[in-house]
């Protein structure tokens, strides 16, 4: 079998036979792009689905499991569950069924890991529209015309931000009492707020 036939004298199954042969390339080929698609996602963050098809899991939404790492991680799982079994000296069609149970599981899992990480991603990527409306106090001094800094809870969090008044003609000093009232990129719209106003 040439290289991979190497490759399997060099782990120990050089005599593999029949299903087994199936079982250690999806072993083989799994568990080596598995690892190779898992650095990319640690180095460069490539976690995007690449698939176009899903299924939905639950009533709560649509979980993503055929994907990239889902299939890798199935085929790495039954490869090394269905040899193990058939090494183990179990008939082929029993260690077809745990290698379809190991790798169902094992992209279920992968999936879940997968869908956290880039939940976790997206949360921490500030989305700054929704401060409009939030109440908070001038961080730096917003000279007329120019940018200053406040701090605003949003996002549940309390963040400092660039600002600048929407009349651009005020100065609102630090301390002062604010309302965003737009945002434009990065950059939140305030106005000046009274006390009596922040009570409400």
Do not use: C
Request: charged residues 15%; without cysteine.
């Amino acid at each position: 079998m040439g290289l991979f036939g190497d490759l399997l004298d060099f782990i120990g199954l050089g005599g593999i036979t029949g299903i087994d042969i199936l079982f250690a390339v999806m072993a083989i080929i799994g568990t080596g792009l598995f690892l190779i698609y898992f650095l990319l996602v640690m180095l460069f963050g490539f976690a995007d689905d690449m698939l176009p098809f899903d299924m939905e899991m639950s009533a709560d939404g649509i979980f993503h499991l055929f994907t990239i790492q889902g299939i890798l991680s199935f085929m790495m799982m039954f490869g090394i569950f269905g040899l193990a079994m058939t090494q183990a000296d179990q008939n082929a069609l029993l260690a077809i069924i745990v290698g379809v149970i190991a790798g169902s599981v094992s992209m279920y899992i992968v999936g879940k890991i997968f869908q956290m990480m880039k939940g976790l991603e997206m949360d921490n990527t500030i989305k700054y529209s929704e401060a409009i409306g939030a109440k908070g106090t001038v961080y730096r001094t917003i000279n007329a015309g120019e940018h200053g800094q406040v701090q605003v809870e949003y996002q549940g969090a309390l963040r400092t931000s660039d600002a600048v008044a929407e009349d651009d003609t005020l100065t609102i000093e630090t301390g002062k009492f604010i309302k965003v009232v737009k945002a434009i990129g990065e950059t939140l719209i305030v106005i000046p707020l009274n006390i009596s106003e922040n009570d409400d």
